[in-house]
């Protein structure tokens, strides 16, 4: 059998993780053989989704059970959907629970056992998320790199709080919203800047023939952030590839006694798949799982499921 533990650390001897989307990394293990392999959590960093986005990829390792700390309703609901077991109130080294485990010592989790966004503004036990350049100007002037690779609003909602200026290549929000929460395929990025200090970038890496008047602090954690929306960047073609290879995909489904037809999620929907008739109808076809409407809808209307895909 197949299962995942949330860890403070990539080996069998680190503590579990009481928070599930945000943990540091995630141990998937053969309660057979007791082999293992050690992901770094990607979405640590996410401003909102990250449950949502780490039930997914968990779902899509094919774990039939997972053993954490706590879970919310969010990633709860995915794992409903996929017939994941989640077992909560794990704690102690990640052998002895896995140990446990195997001698059936714990239960399955009939509901969430904490709110959305439980451990947002916890401190990581494990590697610190990169830190932006600090802000003397106001917010939400930055300059902006579009990286868009179409269908998506840059990274969610923006590091520094304000929504920047202007678009990048696609339908990527080039100067958008920063690093924060969902965000589909888009990679546009907001990058806010001191009052005064005009956008600039290393040969190679940032757009040519500006002036470069950053100190060697701001430049190196512009880079920093660069590298991490890149990271980002990756790690969601590669789950779209394990998509597309394992023949299903996470959609956004839409709870219709919930549902009170207010329109935000057609208007967060970096991908347009979402259209408001009374209540919202979601596009399978169109629909890329980012989460982003899971995340703005007010009535926590909106869960992602697995479907069928054609190929």
């Known amino acids: 059998m197949k299962i995942a533990v949330t860890s403070t650390g990539p080996s069998l001897d680190d503590n579990v993780e009481a928070?599930?989307?945000r943990c540091p990394y995630f141990l998937i293990i053969d309660t057979d053989t007791m082999q293992y392999e050690a992901i770094e959590n990607p979405n640590?960093?996410?401003g909102g989704g990250a449950g949502i986005q780490s039930a997914q990829l968990m779902s899509e390792k094919g774990v039939t059970a997972v053993l954490t700390g706590n879970c919310g309703p969010n990633a709860f609901n995915v794992f409903g959907q996929a017939g994941v077991q989640v077992i909560v109130g794990v704690s102690g080294p990640v052998r002895s629970a896995v140990e446990q485990f195997k001698a059936g010592s714990f239960s399955s989790a009939s509901g969430p056992n904490v709110a959305s966004h439980f451990g947002t503004s916890a401190t990581p036990a494990g590697p610190e998320p990169t830190g932006q350049p600090p802000m003397t100007g106001p917010v939400g002037q930055g300059g902006g790199m579009g990286l868009g690779m179409g269908g998506g609003r840059g990274m969610g909602r923006g590091m520094g709080g304000g929504r920047g200026m202007g678009k990048g290549m696609g339908r990527g929000g080039g100067m958008g919203r920063g690093m924060g929460r969902g965000?589909?395929?888009g990679m546009?990025?907001?990058?806010d800047m001191p009052t005064g200090v005009p956008p600039s970038?290393?040969?190679g890496v940032?757009?040519?023939?500006?002036?470069v008047q950053m100190t060697p602090k701001q430049e190196l954690a512009a880079l920093k952030?660069?590298?991490e929306l890149l990271e980002q960047q990756k790690q969601q073609l590669n789950r779209r590839i394990t998509q597309l290879e394992s023949g299903r995909k996470a959609v956004a489904v839409v709870d219709s006694g919930k549902c009170a037809g207010c329109g935000i999620c057609a208007d967060v929907c970096p991908a347009g798949a979402i259209e408001v008739n009374g209540q919202?109808?979601?596009n399978d076809e169109a629909c890329t799982g980012c989460a982003v409407c899971v995340s703005e809808c007010p009535n926590e209307a909106i869960i992602l499921a697995q479907k069928k895909i054609s190929k």
């Open 225 to 227: 952030q660069q590298a």
């Open 206 to 211: 940032f757009p040519q023939g500006t002036e």
């Open 201 to 203: 970038s290393p040969p």
């Open 19 to 21: 928070r599930f989307g």
């Open 280 to 282: 919202a109808v979601v």
């Open 188 to 191: 546009g990025a907001a990058m």
């Open 44 to 46: 640590i960093a996410l």
């Open 183 to 185: 965000g589909g395929m």
